[in-house]
């Protein structure tokens, strides 16, 4: 899989995940740029270890339409087009809803809506744009397998990425005539510092035998799947979604 001569935007890219998906856009030859909401130390290291040249890092809240569209443009000023978007940017809230008053019930679905869901489209909304005017383009999610499976300490997560998947597989019957192909990527458990308190925690071992092979996903894995979704030779993957969970959690 070789990116020459693209541009890529991954949100959320300053760590984890995002990062990997931006190290391997780089190392196979695309210009990226890093998205980060307030971890500017972070989205920086992440730029020092992008191969090449003529990378940069954007900041923005997801979470705020004006902000996204802002991000948006300063990149296609920047750089002068975006071929390929991630939507990698996310959050994870546990809230059960016996312990929680009908308040905190609605602000906890509208923050993790607002970004997981929301904020995606928003972003795809104004990437598509960019992208039906150059001829063409890739969006890529970031999903999960609690889309599925059900999560029931997170409802808003799950329900989020549910959204999400369907999101994906519209955008991918939507953009097809504008030569804009659209693929999601479910990972279950990675190794990344959103889940190290889970894995770190007396059920970590319980976590990890969910999946035959004994462990959680790396992040590289993940990213090699976004990476693929968004290669030339991919495109008739439209509209699907790619389970990257160990078989922890199967599907027909």
């Given at each position: 899989m070789r990116f020459d001569d693209k541009i890529a935007l991954v949100t959320g890219g300053s760590r984890g995940i995002g990062r990997q998906i931006a190290l391997g856009f780089a190392e196979r030859g695309a210009k990226v740029a890093v998205h980060y909401r307030a971890k500017e130390a972070a989205a920086q290291k992440t730029l020092s270890m992008l191969a090449g040249d003529g990378h940069m890092i954007v900041p923005a809240d997801i979470a705020d339409a004006a902000q996204v569209s802002e991000m948006v443009d300063?990149?296609?000023?920047?750089?002068?087009?975006?071929?390929?978007?991630?939507?990698?940017?996310?959050?994870?809230?546990?809230?059960?809803?016996?312990?929680?008053?009908?308040?905190?019930?609605?602000?906890?679905?509208?923050?993790?809506?607002?970004?997981?869901?929301?904020?995606?489209?928003?972003?795809?909304?104004?990437a598509a744009r960019h992208m039906i005017a150059a001829g063409g383009g890739r969006i890529v999610n970031i999903s999960s397998r609690g889309a599925f499976r059900g999560e029931p300490t997170a409802l808003a997560y799950g329900a989020s990425k549910a959204g999400l998947n369907s999101l994906g597989q519209s955008l991918a019957k939507l953009l097809a005539p504008y030569n804009i192909y659209v693929g999601t990527v479910a990972p279950g458990f990675v190794e990344t510092d959103m889940a190290a308190e889970h894995l770190a925690s007396p059920d970590g071992d319980e976590i990890r035998a969910q999946s035959p092979l004994g462990r959680v996903a790396k992040p590289e894995e993940v990213a090699y799947v976004a990476l693929f979704l968004a290669s030339d030779g991919a495109e008739f993957t439209t509209g699907a979604i790619i389970d990257v969970n160990g078989a922890s959690y199967l599907r027909s």
């Open positions: 300063r990149v296609v000023k920047h750089m002068g087009r975006i071929d390929i978007l991630v939507n990698n940017a996310g959050i994870y809230e546990e809230l059960l809803l016996s312990d929680a008053s009908y308040e905190e019930w609605g602000e906890h679905f509208a923050r993790t809506l607002q970004v997981n869901l929301i904020g995606a489209a928003n972003a795809s909304y104004c």
